[in-house]
């Protein structure tokens, strides 16, 4: 059903502003035209969309990057027209958007993993994303967060995909967690290691607004600051205060080789969680005798998928602190400048707003 149905009210134009990838780093603001919309969507008038490392790895032409790209997968807006099957939200409802679809019918979803779908639709990688005035979703991927505010909407995906990191470690009653990096999800995942049953949460990152927030959010039992100039002597000290390490050990920073170390602080049977997001092409050498020694087991967190009513039951409950996170934010015309800060790590989140 395209923008001309009944349940389209007046006022969506037939043009909009959004931010196009022609190919790796080639980049522009455009005049495009808003998208059709089918009889099971809705047509998101977008408010603001977070930024996030993978829009960095899009940026370069990596992951499902398809040309020509409008990246944003972290969006939160109005609904401004729904197709005539859609029943879950009404035109005027501002809502959170879930940016991953699975195909529902090959290996992996016909066998109950659609976060492994070999044919993902993801919004902001292969098909149009948040950067951009407008976006198409499938209703079922929106979901209504009341007066929520901007600034923290754009926290729920991120916030989605510690949840899936949550499930996947099983943390059990009484753990010690060693958190490294503390980026806007790290925040956000320490938050929920703690709501979902650690004993004790340690964040070691190295200095900065990041960290700062981290502490002022008091989402930690500790913290170490890890230097630059010389981060053994932290790391050091870190194994002494716990010489038998750390039930669950998490690697947030992206950095392979904080992800090589981060094996050294898993306790006896313990779990060493691969989160953070590094470049195709790296290798990092693990000693087997010690993974097989100590029965460690390693295990990852891609992203999520149905995760966000999870995420809004901690909103609505006031337990997850979403205030502050996202500190900057930029018009699309300032996307390099934008990219610049990301990259610089100057800022702790930034986020694309509209009008």
Not at 17 to 46: T, W
Request: aromatic share 8%; net charge negative.
């Amino acid at each position: 059903m395209g923008m001309n149905g009944d349940t389209a009210p007046r006022s969506v134009p037939e043009k909009m502003k959004a931010l196009q990838y022609s190919g790796p780093e080639k980049f522009a603001v455009v005049n495009i035209d808003v998208p059709e919309i089918g009889e099971d969507d809705v047509l998101v008038k977008i408010s603001a969309c977070g930024v996030c490392g993978t829009d960095l790895h899009y940026h370069k032409g990596e992951f499902l990057a398809k040309w020509p790209l409008i990246p944003g997968h972290e969006a939160a807006g109005t609904i401004a027209a729904i197709g005539q099957n859609v029943r879950n939200v009404a035109i005027g409802d501002r809502v959170v958007t879930d940016p991953l679809q699975a195909c529902l019918t090959c290996f992996h979803c016909t066998r109950r993993k659609p976060l492994l779908c070999e044919n993902i639709t993801a919004f902001g990688g292969n098909v149009p994303g948040g950067f951009a005035e407008y976006c198409r979703y499938p209703a079922r991927l929106v979901h209504p967060i009341g007066d929520l505010p901007d600034m923290e909407a754009v926290l729920v995906e991120p916030a989605a995909c510690a949840t899936h990191g949550i499930e996947r470690m099983r943390i059990e009653v009484g753990s010690k967690v060693l958190l490294f990096g503390c980026g806007p999800t790290g925040i956000l995942l320490a938050q929920f290691i703690r709501l979902n049953g650690a004993a004790h949460l340690t964040i070691a990152s190295k200095g900065g607004p990041k960290l700062d927030l981290a502490r002022e959010l008091d989402i930690a039992d500790s913290y170490i600051t890890i230097s630059d100039d010389q981060p053994l002597v932290q790391m050091d000290a870190l194994k002494t205060v716990n010489p038998y390490g750390f039930d669950i050990v998490i690697e947030a920073t992206g950095a392979p080789t904080v992800l090589e170390k981060s094996i050294e602080y898993v306790r006896k049977g313990g779990k060493l969680v691969v989160y953070g997001v590094y470049d195709e092409n790296v290798k990092i050498a693990w000693a087997p005798f010690h993974i097989w020694e100590n029965e460690i087991t390693i295990l990852a967190s891609f992203c999520s998928m149905g995760h966000i009513p999870h995420v809004l039951e901690y909103v609505k409950a006031g337990k997850l602190k979403l205030g502050g996170i996202a500190n900057k934010t930029y018009r699309i015309e300032e996307w390099a400048e934008c990219l610049e800060a990301v990259r610089k790590q100057e800022i702790v989140k930034a986020a694309i707003v509209f009008e």
